[in-house]
């Protein structure tokens, strides 16, 4: 598997509804729990993650062409 780094900047979104969800509350709570502990770190990784959740799209996953995002075509089951 390699990396692609033009991938990387294309900004198309690649992270589905439920993942933005647990990457929003994930840096909610790194977020929060940085600011006890004063930690730049946790501070600098809770931004990104509610960054990433917010607007639906990963650089990581771009560079290595994954995709979480629920295709068009395809209907969520019950329906």
Known sequence: ???DFKRMF???HNVGEKEKKYRIYAGAALFV?????ASIFLLVVGC????SGF?????VYGGL???TC???GS???GE
């Open 65 to 67: 062409g994954k995709n």
């Open 33 to 37: 729990l940085s600011v006890v502990t």
């Open 55 to 59: 607007f639906g799209f990963c650089p």
């Open 75 to 77: 209907a969520p089951a």
């Open 70 to 72: 629920d295709t068009a």
């Open 10 to 12: 294309k900004f198309e």
């Open 1 to 3: 598997m390699s990396f």
């Open 48 to 51: 990104a993650l509610i960054a």
